[in-house]
């Protein structure tokens, strides 16, 4: 179970296979927003995802437990990391599986 600010996650389908094609899914709108919007405007949408990839997987208000407050994109993106993190420990992925999770890595992601 992934825990992200001492907010215990628990998924209502419990499969890595969904969890995965959610993240393929984020990562296709972040590159979409990347290629059409700039600064701020790019910011604000890439948050909106990151929150809403959250919200769909663990039910509506996730991402008010989990960002306490604070929905800056560098404190999104850390918890995007964190939770890739825990992911990739709990279901005990595959090194392939690994390899595509890598560009979420937080230090990739600060250069959105």
Do not use: H, P, W
């Not at 990562?27 to 927003?33: A, G, M, S, Y």
């Not at 709990?90 to 690994?98: A, F, G, R, T, W």
């Amino acid at each position: 179970m992934a825990e992200l600010n001492g907010v215990k996650l628990q998924l209502n389908i419990n499969k890595k296979d969904f969890i995965l094609l959610k993240m393929f899914n984020l990562q296709t709108e972040i590159n979409r927003l990347q290629g059409s919007l700039q600064g701020e405007e790019l910011a604000l949408k890439t948050i909106y995802a990151i929150l809403e990839f959250f919200n769909l997987l663990y039910g509506n208000g996730t991402d008010k437990k989990i960002t306490r407050g604070k929905t800056d994109l560098i404190s999104c993106l850390g918890l995007l990391s964190s939770y890739m993190e825990q992911i990739v420990k709990e279901y005990q992925l595959s090194e392939k599986e690994k390899e595509k999770l890598s560009k979420y890595n937080k230090n990739r992601l600060v250069r959105v």
